[in-house]
C-alpha cells in the first residue's frame, strides 16, 4: 500500500472525499474508508486513521470495503506510524 505525505492527505481534504464506510479496529483505531475525490470508484479506496493529531491516510489494493471491514487478515491497523493490514502486522510480530 502507497502511503500519502501530508501535502497529499491535505490535497485529499480539501477536496471532501466520499466517507464509504468506518469501523472500529482490534485496537481500538477508528478506520474511515474514502472515495478518491476526483477518480471516484475507479480508483482503489483510501484508509484513514487519525491518531495523536496525525492523519494517516493510504491507498488500499482495494476497491469496495467488504474485505477490509469484514475479514479480520485485512483489518487495517495504524502500527508504528504505518497503515498495514492485520495479517501483516501479525508476521511482523513473528519475526521479531
Known amino acids: 500500500m502507497k502511503h500519502l505525505s501530508q501535502n497529499q492527505i491535505a490535497s485529499i481534504f480539501a477536496l471532501s472525499p466520499f466517507e464509504l464506510d468506518t469501523m472500529t479496529n482490534s485496537l481500538g483505531q ?11 470508484d475507479s480508483y482503489p479506496v483510501l484508509i484513514h486513521i ?7 491516510v493510504c491507498i488500499s489494493e482495494f ?3 467488504y474485505d477490509m471491514t ?3 487478515d485485512y483489518t487495517p491497523l495504524l502500527v508504528n506510524g504505518k497503515i498495514v493490514m492485520a495479517f501483516e502486522a501479525e508476521q511482523n510480530t513473528q519475526h521479531t
Open 50 to 56: 487519525h491518531e495523536e493529531g496525525t492523519d494517516h
Open 30 to 40: 477508528k478506520v474511515r474508508f474514502l472515495e478518491h475525490p476526483t477518480q471516484g
Open 63 to 65: 476497491f469496495e470495503t
Open 70 to 72: 469484514e475479514i479480520d
